[in-house]
């Protein structure tokens, strides 16, 4: 019964992500800006991975408190971002590919600045090399 509704700006990332999925109709797709995006419903989960590396703090936190209204209750959001210790980051930036790298305790503090008081609702957790951050906002 799951259902997964994916935004992207970028109209040929989503046509190459319907062709992947075969139009599986339990995905659907919509080619929107995540600053004026305004969702008709809420969600049980909203992922985000590779989006607010991108942002400074300052957009970081006004994004983060759109998107946790997004949420219903009880629902959780994830939002992935780099940490300081990804061992590419020097070719990436040679490549002129800048992001935000972002520690646990940064993640942190840029959720509580959103409007998450209870740091008990934040979780940071990581993939096995420790580069990819998702912080848990339940």
């Known amino acids: ?21 075969d139009a599986d109709p339990r995905v659907t797709f919509e080619v929107e800006n995540v600053f004026k995006y305004l969702p008709q419903r809420k969600y049980d989960l909203v992922w985000s991975a590779g ?22 209750e009880g629902g959780e959001l994830i939002i992935g971002n780099f940490h300081p210790r990804n061992p590419s980051r020097g070719y990436m930036e040679f490549g002129e590919w800048y992001l935000h790298h972002r520690t646990n305790e940064e993640l942190i503090a840029l959720a509580q600045k959103a409007g998450v008081k209870d740091a008990n609702r934040i979780t940071i957790e990581e993939e096995e090399l420790g580069v990819n951050l998702f912080m848990r906002i339940k």
């Open 1 to 21: 019964n799951t259902k997964i509704h994916c935004i992207d700006l970028d109209k040929n990332a989503v046509q190459y992500a319907q062709y992947l999925l």
């Open 51 to 72: 989006l607010f590396d991108y942002f400074d703090d300052e957009t970081f936190i006004r994004i983060l408190n759109r998107y946790l209204s997004f949420i219903e």
